[in-house]
């Protein structure tokens, strides 16, 4: 205790008291000379008024000196701390330990930080603890050594410190709660853009090059997103459009617009919709396509509009055949109505005979029948008609002897010739007479080639039906010696309602040859005619004859 006794004291006095330990610093450190005799008293300034703790310990752990920034921090006063071990400084906990610590440092002392890595604390007088940072340095004093440290309290710096990692742990979190939401959208949009029906969704960048490409179409033609990332988009079209696209995609690069637009290839259609992609600086670095095979939806459109334009026709045609018919069945109904007066008239007369009235009543009767027939007609050629608009016919074949069948129907149409008319029947070729064909639309047809060939050819001519084998089917002719049709007439025949202008005076609808048309097309055969006006028309039909 004794020796201590020239250090034993607080900061206040150091340099008043103390010769030494300043006058044992090495020559290098001493103050310059301008100090003077004043030096102790600049040396215990330092010390008094150093902003960090100061300290000194002897060998045996006792406090020598401790500047007044010591009592501050660890709330003693005066000289309360002088002599005292200096693990009262310390948490209870750490006292044992640190008398251990600190005999191994003056066996080899050292300047040094103390604790490094290790969270070191100091104990107030009250009992309160808190952070510190220790630094170590020794000297020799009258031959004893001491100890001294510097002691900085770093509670601010651990709050500013725990600050930063409660920040940083909260910034990293955010960070990563915003990774997993973009990943889980990045995800959701992928899923979105795979999943895009009947097309893909395509970014370019300026060259053309796909950056990202996913959708449904991929799955179709075995592509995979990661296989075409990179390539060109260009050289995976088709050469006739690629010309097109690379205008239509540079347009739009270029900022001139987005667009909408079509394409097709073969007997594809594409719909497409580009879109350009502006980056922060509102400048244009890749394109967004929306490609979509719009081939179903065009073709459901197409399906829409031709049943449209058969309701349309089929309301045309109905209300021209109401003009027609009220047209077309006066004549017949009003010769019905004069034959059966005139009928009646005879039958009244007091003149009549028996055989007068049967006379001139068989005569009647027989117009009668024949307008009856026509009004018969022109009513089946607008149900047949209708029933073609309406897409309900169809032909079903089957075997049936072409002889038999032309010759029923030539005496079925007897009553409807005109005076001295005949019809010729011809079959040639080689092979037997039989035929494959649907029975009803072929009778069709010929009844009306047959009928207009009696109709526009005069009382007495001959009518010539001749059928030929030929290899694959038979071709079927019906030649008159009639009227004929005019040449600027003949390319609308087969028009509905059409009526050359020579056949203004007959009557008839101008549906018998577009219904006969309508037939043969269903019987995928053909038909033609040559004609000359004055000499007679000739029409002719072919179809197919073959047994499935
Ligand atoms: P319709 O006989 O009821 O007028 P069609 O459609 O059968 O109607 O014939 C259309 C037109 O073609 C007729 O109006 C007539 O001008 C002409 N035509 C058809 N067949 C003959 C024929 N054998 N000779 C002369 N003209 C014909």
Redesign the pocket.
């Known amino acids: 205790m004794g020796d201590n006794e020239n250090l034993s004291m607080a900061a206040s006095e150091v340099g008043k008291e103390l010769s030494s330990p300043y006058n044992q610093l090495p020559h290098k450190l001493m103050p310059d000379k301008s100090f003077g005799s004043d030096i102790n008293q600049v040396y215990r300034l330092l010390f008094e008024t150093a902003a960090e703790s100061l300290l000194i310990v002897d060998k045996e752990g006792l406090i020598q000196l401790v500047n007044f920034r010591t009592n501050e921090m660890f709330g003693y006063d005066g000289k309360e701390l002088i002599g005292k071990p200096m693990e009262i400084l310390l948490p209870d906990k750490y006292r044992k330990e640190h008398v251990g610590h600190r005999d191994s440092y003056t066996k080899h002392p050292k300047r040094r930080s103390m604790g490094m890595g290790m969270d070191l604390w100091g104990k107030r007088k009250d009992g309160t603890e808190f952070p510190v940072e220790v630094s170590l340095n020794h000297f020799e004093a009258n031959d004893k050594l001491f100890v001294m440290g510097l002691v900085t309290d770093i509670t601010e710096r651990r709050k500013a410190e725990d600050n930063i990692r409660k920040l940083n742990e909260e910034l990293e979190n955010r960070v990563e709660k915003r990774t997993q939401e973009l990943e889980e959208s990045q995800k959701l949009y992928k899923i979105v853009a795979r999943n895009f029906p009947d097309g893909t969704i395509n970014v370019f960048d300026k060259d053309l090059n796909y950056v990202f490409v996913e959708g449904m179409e991929l799955f179709k033609y075995g592509v995979t997103s990661e296989k075409l990332v990179g390539t060109s988009y260009l050289s995976r079209l088709p050469e006739e459009v690629r010309d097109f696209m690379k205008e239509k995609l540079t347009e739009v690069f270029d900022g001139r617009n987005n667009s909408t637009f079509e394409v097709s290839v073969k007997d594809r259609h594409y719909s497409m919709n580009v879109v350009a992609l502006h980056n922060i600086d509102g400048d244009i670095e890749q394109i967004l396509l929306v490609e979509r095979d719009s081939t179903q939806q065009k073709k459901s459109e197409e399906e829409m509009q031709k049943t449209l334009e058969k309701e349309r026709q089929l309301n045309e045609l109905k209300s021209r055949f109401v003009s027609m018919a009220s047209h077309e069945f006066r004549t017949p109904l009003g010769a019905i109505l004069s034959s059966t007066s005139l009928i009646e008239e005879y039958l009244v007369r007091k003149d009549s005979t028996m055989d007068f009235v049967r006379e001139k009543s068989e005569r009647h009767i027989k117009r009668i029948k024949s307008s009856i027939g026509n009004l018969i007609s022109i009513l089946n050629?607008f149900l047949s008609l209708e029933k073609l608009e309406q897409g309900k016919v169809e032909s079903s074949p089957a075997l049936f002897s072409l002889t038999e069948f032309s010759k029923e129907l030539i005496e079925d149409m007897q009553p409807t010739l005109k005076k001295g008319q005949r019809i010729e029947y011809t079959h040639k070729g080689e092979g037997n007479d039989e035929v494959f064909i649907d029975q009803q639309m072929f009778r069709n047809v010929i009844f009306?080639?047959l009928?207009?060939?009696s109709?526009?050819?005069p009382e007495d001519s001959l009518i010539e039906f001749c059928a030929v084998n030929v290899s694959n089917g038979i071709e079927v002719s019906?030649t008159?010696h009639?009227?004929?049709?005019p040449e600027d007439?003949k390319t609308h025949?087969?028009e509905r309602f059409?009526?050359?202008?020579?056949?203004t005076n007959?009557?008839?609808?101008?549906?018998?040859?577009?219904?006969?048309k309508r037939y043969v097309d269903l019987m995928d055969g053909n038909i033609s005619f040559i004609?000359k006006e004055g000499e007679?028309?000739t029409?002719k039909i072919s179809v197919q004859n073959i047994k499935s």
């Open positions: 050629d009306n080639l009928s207009n060939a109709k526009y050819s019906i008159d009639g009227m004929g049709i007439d025949l087969f059409f009526r050359a202008k020579n056949a007959v009557q008839g609808t101008g549906l018998g040859l577009n219904i006969v004609t007679g028309t029409f």
